[in-house]
């Protein structure tokens, strides 16, 4: 059978046998099924900074604030805050009234405890590392004090990256894992099957923020007008778009250039172009030999050709681009610039001979999202050319991902890069503080970051954020190799949909 044909026949599998989904034309206000790339490796939104998970958990949690549109932390649990004059003291006024999907009200005790939890167990630690103490001022306050001034602390404690989620207190007194999936958001948990699907439906009880009048990033008004959605796992590209054209799903979370051009030319679908979206990163694990040498690493990126690794990866929606914030951030340098996009062989074997490679094979750890095996692909064989050999290892992104936050297992590791610089400097630079990404700490950057979260000068944290990227560069931390964008498709029968960093489903609706 085809490849086409199969994926015709998975699609209309999809739309007599979803397993625990409710076809949409049978759901009073409707139901979106919406064909996600992978299945998330967490529901637990403190422990998971997958964007698959995003997807998700940014329906059924909220935070004390979140981003707007244009990435801005304002307000969402939190009615405000009020900072101490020496900065060093935030506190918060919850909204009252808000309500756990278990029929709870939302305190300050609950706000505690989730804290408390992410500093115990949060993926992104670097969020709440210079908190000093967390206590509730009363059951509608929090007071957060910080060990130093920090001049990104909403900009952390807003970040959806793993977002700092409030839980109910007696959730966020679980291990990591271990919760009932219990939020204040639009949408509350109903089922996941692994492999298959998580469903969410419409809370009923849910209080959109009186602060704002319409729908702004993360935050803003969360009007839901539909009933229930559903995030249907398809990994095969083929696959997610048959199930679009047969009707069993309504919103693609992407499609490859060929395919969205074919898209636009028919009116039952609509075609949202998203660029930037992301970063595509090439991380690489110092504490492993022998990318733990830099001359090998820099041979690495000498090696590539970041044009043809952005266009075969991101075919018609890419931008070959070195800077380790988007081109439009206030923050845009040419700093370590004259090091990408080299793709100079002779240059790279100079680099390579200085190293300490011996003509082993090393591990290339990638998930099975299509342009990450072909990224892999396109870098195999250019390293192939200087006499490096390559090893590609494929898996889900679960599995791929706990490797890659490990010392050992790997070499490279290629993904998207994408909340990290839609939130701005300061978390691009979280990312490799303490050695997180690339496994061994650089006091460089570690010294770079810590002045940039103190200092309140935007020229000093434009400089610092100068020196950071060109610290990426001459120790070459990880590889950049460009922005890429998403090809999102929604059916033409999905009204109100605005792109964004996940597909919001608040505030869309679902004609007949």
């Known amino acids: 059978m085809s490849l086409r044909l199969k994926g015709l026949a998975f699609a209309f599998g999809l739309m007599t046998a979803l397993v625990g989904v409710t076809p949409a034309v049978e759901a009073a206000g409707g139901e979106i099924v919406i064909a996600s790339v992978q299945g998330p490796p967490s529901l637990d939104a403190h422990v998971t900074n997958a964007q698959v998970a995003r997807n998700i958990t940014l329906h059924i949690y909220e935070t004390l604030y979140a981003r707007n549109e244009n990435a801005e932390p304002v307000p969402d649990l939190a009615e405000g805050v009020s900072v101490s004059d020496d900065g060093l003291t935030y506190t918060f006024k919850l909204r009252q009234g808000v309500k756990f999907h278990n029929g709870k009200e939302m305190t300050s005790a609950d706000v505690v405890a989730s804290i408390e939890r992410y500093r115990k167990i949060g993926v992104s630690p670097a969020l709440v590392a210079a908190i000093d103490t967390v206590s509730a001022v009363s059951p509608y306050e929090v007071a957060i004090k910080l060990k130093v001034k920090q001049s990104v602390f909403l900009d952390n404690i807003s970040s959806p990256r793993a977002p700092i989620a409030i839980y109910p207190a007696e959730e966020a007194a679980k291990g990591a894992n271990e919760i009932q999936y219990i939020g204040t958001g639009p949408f509350k948990f109903v089922e996941y099957k692994p492999d298959s699907h998580v469903t969410l439906e419409k809370f009923a009880d849910y209080v959109p923020n009186p602060a704002y009048q319409k729908r702004d990033g993360l935050a803003g008004k969360k009007e839901v007008l539909i009933d229930r959605v559903t995030f249907r796992f398809i990994p095969e590209a083929g696959a997610r778009t048959a199930a679009l054209e047969s009707g069993a799903v309504q919103i693609v979370e992407t499609v490859d250039g060929p395919t969205a051009e074919r898209l636009r030319k028919d009116s039952k679908y609509v075609v949202h172009d998203v660029l930037p979206f992301a970063f595509q990163v090439i991380k690489l694990n110092h504490a492993q030999a022998p990318?733990?040498?830099?001359?090998?690493?820099?041979?690495?990126?000498a090696a590539l050709d970041m044009q043809e690794v952005m266009e075969i990866s991101y075919s018609g929606i890419n931008q070959v681009d070195g800077g380790w914030v988007f081109p439009k951030s206030a923050f845009a340098n040419d700093a370590g610039l004259d090091q990408y996009n080299v793709a100079d062989f002779d240059k790279a074997k100079e680099f390579l001979s200085k190293s300490s490679y011996k003509g082993e094979t090393v591990t290339f750890i990638t998930d099975n999202l299509r342009p990450n095996v072909d990224i892999a692909t396109v870098v195999q064989a250019r390293l192939a050319e200087i006499g490096v050999k390559v090893d590609i290892k494929v898996a889900d992104w679960p599995t791929t991902s706990k490797i890659g936050f490990t010392k050992t297992g790997w070499n490279f590791w290629t993904h998207g890069f994408g909340i990290e610089p839609f939130e701005g400097p300061g978390t691009v630079m979280s990312a490799f503080v303490g050695g997180n990404a690339q496994m061994v700490a650089d006091p460089e950057i570690d010294r770079i970051a810590k002045e940039f979260y103190a200092t309140l000068d935007d020229a000093k944290k434009k400089e610092l954020f100068k020196q950071f990227q060109q610290r990426m560069y001459d120790n070459m931390v990880a590889i950049k190799?460009?922005?890429?964008?998403?090809?999102?498709?929604?059916?033409?029968?999905?009204?109100?949909?605005?792109?964004?960093?996940?597909?919001?489903?608040?505030?869309v609706t679902l004609a007949p």
């Open 291 to 301: 990318s733990d040498d830099v001359n090998f690493r820099k041979a690495v990126q």
């Open 481 to 507: 190799a460009g922005n890429y964008g998403l090809f999102q498709v929604t059916s033409d029968k999905v009204k109100d949909f605005v792109p964004f960093r996940i597909p919001r489903m608040w505030g």
